[in-house]
């Protein structure tokens, strides 16, 4: 996954904004007016922060040696995710998504 695919993947969800509020090198984006991915422009690997349970945030780090604790965040609800090759493309994608979902207050368990 690069940044043009993780941005494209970002702005497919529903009610997404897009912005630099803490500089240019930090995309953020938002739904609801809430964060729930910020990225990091000039890291090389790509990174990426994303919010995430506290339970499947702990479990995410020992299964992925490129899941750490948020770099600059609230370590335990957020992750920041090295896009070094180690976890597949569909996965990364989920941890968008569930983001998202949190931050959104949408829940497809409640739902259920």
């Given at each position: 996954m690069n940044i043009e695919e993780l941005r494209n993947f970002a702005l497919s969800l529903q009610e997404v904004e897009e912005s630099f509020p803490f500089g240019e090198d930090t995309l953020v984006f938002?739904?609801?007016?809430?964060?729930?991915?910020?990225?990091?422009?000039?890291?090389?690997?790509?990174?990426?922060?994303?919010?995430?349970?506290?339970?499947?945030?702990?479990?995410l780090r020992e299964q992925y040696s490129s899941v750490l604790p948020g770099y600059h965040m609230n370590k335990?609800?957020?992750?920041?995710i090295i896009v070094d090759g180690e976890i597949p493309r569909k996965t990364l994608c989920e941890f968008i998504k569930d983001s998202h979902q949190l931050v959104a207050g949408v829940s497809s368990k409640k739902k259920k």
């Open positions: 938002k739904t609801k007016n809430k964060i729930f991915l910020l990225v990091s422009l000039s890291s090389v690997p790509l990174q990426f922060n994303v919010k995430c349970n506290p339970d499947r945030a702990v479990e335990k609800h957020w992750n920041t």
